[in-house]
Nanobody, 118 residues
């Protein structure tokens, strides 16, 4: 089992910044991808950004140039630096970890609310 603990959400004005953190613990496999998803009211959950254990990143078009995903030194923590926030970034943000060896497993955090006021 893997536990994901998120922190860093909150209320910010448009144009502001927030940094989300997600710490993974438990049975961690080395081959993995960590990601941030978000879900706004009435909408489907969508991928925001992902990062492999080797540091390769992927971003949703809507956040490119504004958000940066990174890993901590021990690689079990992932961060999402969010700059130039817009009201449409308002959502619950979820941390996700997928592990692939010796078997495929996926885990989710409890979610953290990000609210951007106009």
């Amino acid at each position: 089992q893997v536990q994901l603990v998120e922190s860093g959400g909150g209320l910010v004005q448009a144009g502001g910044s927030l940094r989300l953190s997600c710490a993974a613990s438990g049975s961690l496999f080395s081959i993995n991808v960590m990601a941030w998803y978000r879900q706004a009211p009435g909408k489907q959950r969508e991928l925001v950004a992902s990062i492999t254990e080797g540091g390769s990143t992927n971003y949703a078009d809507s956040v490119k140039g504004r958000f940066t995903i990174s890993r901590g030194t021990g690689k079990s923590t992932v961060y999402l630096q969010m700059n130039s926030l817009k009201p449409e970034d308002t959502a619950v943000y979820f941390c996700n970890r997928e592990q692939f060896s010796p078997r495929r497993e996926a885990y989710w955090g409890q979610g953290t609310q990000v609210t951007v006021s106009s």
